[in-house]
């Protein structure tokens, strides 16, 4: 194991899973897998703890859209839906992803009752289909360069009428080490370590996504970046009083 691997600058290696000639056998145990991975790690958490602060600060005439962009396997919408459901509110979910074959996995991992409308869809291309109160996404800015990272924030901030926020890994050699050797022994598909680590190193420091952040003409005062288990959370709200506080 190479512990002195370089992380100084985000690395530029593709993923397994941005192949566009997977086997969707494997490609559903990989995003499976995955879904464990973020349920073990409490991958879901701050982007739950965020929404559900800033939804019960949301003006609710009509029943919320939520859109998960890049949403995969869609557990995290699917914990949406359960969230909704015990706390009574009704919620438009819209999951959104690059790969057909993904959204027709996340299709078929959903049951009817969950209503998600799974589509096919480059986030590029949000604008001007998607209606959206609130835009999330979890674990998808490493997979964008920096000009994507800071053209996506600009996106958000144009389509998502109330707020959005997204969460991704922290670029660490801690992290990198932990996903490693944490998912050899839970025996995940291999390819959770591959892209689990180049993930890592493909991810964003805080000084880099406030460089982002300002390149893509937002106010550091109105993006918050709050770090959680070797995550950030980057959230926008539109009112600067309804900022919902994560705590560190
Ligand atoms: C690492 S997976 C994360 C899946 C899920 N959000 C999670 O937290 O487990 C990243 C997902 O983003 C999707 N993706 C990558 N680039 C995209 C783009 N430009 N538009 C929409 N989806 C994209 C990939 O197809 C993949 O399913």
Redesign the pocket.
């Known amino acids: 194991m190479a512990l002195s691997v370089d992380l100084t600058h985000r690395r530029d290696e593709p993923?397994w899973?941005?192949r566009t000639d997977i086997d969707p056998k494997e490609l559903e145990s990989v995003?499976r897998d995955?879904?464990r991975f973020?349920q073990a790690f409490l991958?879901?958490y701050p982007l739950l703890r965020w929404l559900g602060k800033a939804i019960r600060a949301a003006p609710k005439e009509a029943p919320l859209t939520i859109v998960?962009?890049?949403?995969?396997?869609g557990?995290?919408l699917r914990a949406i839906r359960r969230w909704s459901s015990q706390n009574g509110f009704d919620f438009n979910l819209v999951g959104?992803?690059?790969?057909p074959v993904?959204i027709r996995i996340a299709r078929a991992a959903t049951s009817a009752g969950d209503r998600i409308d799974f589509r096919a869809?480059?986030?590029?291309e949000l604008n001007p289909t998607i209606q959206a109160d609130f835009i999330v996404?979890?674990?998808?800015t490493h997979?964008?360069s920096d000009d994507e990272i800071s053209e996506f924030l600009r996106l958000m901030e144009q389509v998502a009428r109330q707020g959005w926020a997204v969460c991704d890994l922290q670029r660490s050699r801690l992290l990198y080490h932990f996903i490693g050797l944490s998912s050899r022994a839970a025996r995940l598909h291999p390819m959770i370590t591959h892209?689990g680590q180049i993930?890592v190193a493909r991810s964003l420091r805080r000084a880099e996504w406030t460089q982002r952040i300002a390149e893509a003409g937002l106010s550091s005062k109105d993006v918050e970046i709050r770090w959680f288990l070797f995550r950030f959370l980057i959230g926008r709200l539109r009112h600067a009083e309804q900022t919902p506080q994560i705590k560190q």
Do not use: R
């Open positions: 993923e899973l941005d995003l995955l879904a973020n991958g879901h998960d962009v890049g949403c995969g396997y557990d995290l959104i992803d690059l790969n993904t869809m480059d986030i590029f996404s979890s674990l998808l997979h964008l892209d993930s």
